[in-house]
């Protein structure tokens, strides 16, 4: 039963070539006139049809707790009596009063200000690449002029969708330029026999090194845009030059900062992934145990648990403002960020299957949320003892641990390196499969069963949402690296590129030091709101140290990254 291969078994002809064509169907695909119709019916009809089915059913069962009403509305009947707002807007509760009971915005607003991420990757990448491909002998991205474009290109637009200004022109100018950076790319020389394989097929796989992970410009982009936006958005909602529909929401809702938060923990999880991945030493795959994995991630965590508890105790001794229903009394994100390296290991020691253990994550507690008292304790009881008082913070990092594990499976998948062109491209299949599911889940849980997304306790509406746009933007990014870097010659198709060409500089430098660039930010984010009363500055004047207050923060990473030094 368990012996070798019988040479003398008949092969039936039929069955060998469906079995070929089969395993080879990704080698040949192509879009074409057969092709387009299934394409668009898949990608665009099925998910619209179903979007908009959802949309009609909406409410027809619910499965939510009802919200218990706030306090202003439980005194006024509406979202605040004129008599009880604070009228010094310099005093500690009126910057509470002014980010409470808010209620978010749309998503398609969120997805249309953030579409701008996206867009700055591309004229980047498109320019890029035209300037390698007309003298790729002296190119070099590491230029005063390369990186006054970076700033130009990623900052600038952040900078002004994010403060309501302009967006659509924004948007335009992004395309545009995309369009005239990408005519400049001359295609590559066409093949004689368009059936045949692939001729930089064979360098790729000649650079092939099982368990190596080389960089990927597509992810390193997204990681540090990610940062970047979260960094800016924790000062500029301090300032009246930023919308406050963007700010985090009360309860239920979405906002641009909800999906910042739990954008930050996913990209976490997609890069997190490496420290677990099977190792190759001397041909033989070594796996870590679930002790050493444990040890890892207590050390991983004790510096994050220290700095949460020096900005608690900063935060009491100067009485800085403080949103409780944030994440409770005492904690705050860097709690979360801290017990994640010691809860990781033991979701992944469950189940192998990352998706499986998130989703059984996330059922439980939706379940657990909706189907019994413990919503309507999390939404309207008393800050009495300890866990009632940071219930918030407590309870939601469940679902943060099942963002991290999802970032973690989508990162298992594009973080090794892969062996072949044709494994390189169904990654993409894979990634916009992803995201079709998560997109699905949301939409079930949402338009159906009538359950609102709620970052304050990071439910499983609010967690697949994150997932699935986190999902789509890098789908997008892969797509925008397949289709520039395609132009390639074969020798350069995974490695020998010249410096600055697969990042930015700025990107490498947060990169290489992501978590002291956020320390730090949240440093200057309290000096400035110590130093300077930020709800009275203008708009030139706030427009002035928020240009400042970037700058600094990109400056301690700039010099680590000269000194090839990484702090964590």
């Known amino acids: 039963m368990g012996g070798g291969h019988n040479d003398n078994l008949l092969k039936d002809p039929a069955i060998e070539e469906w079995t ?27 998910p619209v049809a179903l979007f908009y089915t959802s949309l009609y059913t909406q409410d027809t069962i619910k499965f939510a707790p009802k919200v218990k009403k706030s306090w202003a509305e439980a005194c006024s009947g509406q979202k605040m009596m004129e008599d009880l707002i604070p009228s010094d807007p310099t005093s500690k509760e009126y910057k509470e009063w002014r980010v409470t009971d808010l209620e978010g915005s749309s998503m398609t607003e969120i997805h249309l200000v953030l579409s701008t991420v996206a867009l700055s990757f591309w004229c980047w990448k498109c320019k890029t690449a035209a300037e390698f491909h007309h003298n790729p002998t002296h190119f070099n991205g590491r230029t005063w002029g390369h990186f006054v474009f970076e700033c130009a290109v990623f900052l600038a637009p952040m900078f002004l969708a994010l403060t309501d200004r302009h967006l659509y022109t924004v948007i335009t100018v992004l395309i545009c330029m ?3 950076y990408r005519k400049q790319i001359p295609d590559p020389p066409r093949r004689p026999d368009k059936w045949a ?6 360098e790729f796989k000649k650079s092939y090194v099982p368990g190596k992970i080389t960089p990927k410009s597509y992810l390193s982009i997204y990681r540090a845009e990610m940062m970047l936006l979260t960094c800016f958005c924790i000062l500029a909602v301090d300032f009246e030059l930023f919308p406050l529909r963007f700010a985090k929401v009360e309860t239920f809702g979405t906002s641009i900062m909800d999906l910042g938060v739990g954008s930050f923990v996913f990209s976490a999880g997609v890069v997190g992934v490496k420290a677990f991945l099977p190792r190759h030493v001397d041909g033989k795959v070594v796996t870590t145990s679930l002790w050493h994995q444990l040890k890892a991630g207590f050390w991983t965590a004790f510096p994050m648990l220290v700095l949460g508890a020096a900005r608690l105790l900063l935060t009491e001794s100067v009485d800085y403002q403080k949103h409780t229903s944030e994440y409770g009394t005492h904690w705050n994100f860097f709690f979360t960020l801290g017990l994640l390296p010691i ?3 033991l979701g992944i020691s469950a189940y192998s299957n990352l998706r499986v253990t998130s989703a059984a994550l996330l059922v439980i507690y939706q379940s657990l949320y909706s189907l019994t008292p413990l919503g309507e304790w999390l939404e309207g009881a008393d800050r009495i003892g300890l866990v009632s008082a940071n219930r918030e913070g407590i309870f939601s990092f469940v ?6 594990l999802l970032g973690m499976s989508l990162g298992h998948e594009v973080l090794p390196d892969a062996p072949s062109f044709e494994a390189r491209r169904m990654r993409l299949v894979s990634v916009l499969g992803t995201w079709v599911t998560a997109f699905i889940s949301y939409m079930l849980l949402n338009f159906v069963l009538g359950i609102a997304p709620s970052r304050r306790f990071a439910n499983a509406p609010y967690c697949f949402w994150v997932a699935g746009f986190n999902t789509a933007m890098l789908w997008i990014f892969m797509l925008i690296e397949e289709d520039v870097d395609s132009k390639l010659p074969p020798q350069l198709s995974r490695t020998g590129r010249p410096a600055g060409y697969n990042a930015p500089l700025i990107v490498e430098a947060v990169n290489m030091n992501s978590l002291t660039t956020f320390l730090v930010a949240n440093i200057l984010t309290g000096l400035v709101n110590m130093q300077i009363e930020t709800l009275l500055c203008g708009t030139s004047k706030a427009m002035i140290v928020l240009t400042a207050y970037m700058i600094l923060i990109l400056l301690p990473a700039l010099l680590l990254y000269r000194a090839h030094l990484r702090l964590r």
Request: hydrophobic share 40%; aromatic share 16%; net charge positive.
């Open 178 to 180: 995309g369009v005239y």
């Open 197 to 202: 394989p692939d001729p930089r097929d064979d």
């Open 343 to 345: 809860f990781v290991p």
């Open 399 to 404: 679902g943060y641990l099942a963002i991290f």
């Open 20 to 46: 070929w064509m089969r395993q080879n169907t990704h080698r040949y695909f192509k879009v074409n006139k057969r092709t387009t119709p299934t394409l668009l019916a898949m990608g665009l009809v099925v």
